[in-house]
C-alpha cells in the first residue's frame, strides 16, 4: 500500500511538471506588462539596407493586444549621392500570433527576454511609394511582405528595443509583368532600428475591460 502511494504521488508530480501551466517561474507575470493596457505604441528611429545602398529611417506602429496592428515608414537617404531610390514611404498591416497564443495555453517560459523576443515573430503585409532620384513618388504603389523580431533591451513590454524587419518589395511595374527597369523594382531590404514601445490602456474595445491575470 505504502509503495503504491508512492508511486501514485511520483507519477503525479511527474505529469504535473509537464503540463502547460506548470511551465515558467510560479509567480512570474508571463505577459511582462502586455496587459497592463491594450494598446502599444511604438517609434523607432535607424537605417534600412537596399540593393542600391543604405536609407535613414523612422518607423511608427500602432498594435492592439501586441497582437495586430498596423505600421508606416518613411525612408531617406539623406544626401544626394545616397541609394536609389532617395525616399520611400510604407505602410500596412501586421500580425504576431505567438504572443496570446502561447500565454493563454500556458507556453511561456518565464525567461522574459526570450518569451518577448519569441512572442515578436510578426508577419507584415502592406505598400510602399518610392521616389527615384530625379523624379516624384510613384503615383502606383508596390507591394511589400516582410518579418519581424524584436529583442527587447529591458525584461519589459515597455521600454527599448531592438527591431529587424525585411522581407521584399514589389513595384507596380513587375507586378504587372513588365520589363524590369531599375533594382529596386524587385528588390529585398533589412531595416534594423532601435525603438521605443509604451503600452497604456486605451479601451479600444471596451471601457470596462481589465487585464486578465
Known sequence: MRLSYRVAVAVGVVA???????????????????????????????????????????????????TVGIFSSYEDAITETGSDPRRVLAGGFEIRPLFLARWLEGRELGTARFDLFVDSLGFELGTFFEEPSGSLFDASPGLQASLGLELPILAQASGLWIAFHGGGRWSDASLQGRPIADSYDRALFLSLTLAYHQIFGAHVVDALDGAPR
Open 16 to 66: 504535473t511538471s509537464f503540463a502547460p501551466g506548470a511551465r515558467g517561474a510560479g509567480n512570474v507575470d508571463t505577459t511582462y506588462g502586455r496587459l497592463d493596457g491594450d494598446l502599444g505604441v511604438v517609434f523607432g528611429a535607424g537605417a534600412v539596407l537596399g540593393p542600391s545602398g543604405p536609407r535613414a529611417t523612422l518607423d511608427l506602429r500602432l498594435r492592439y493586444m501586441d
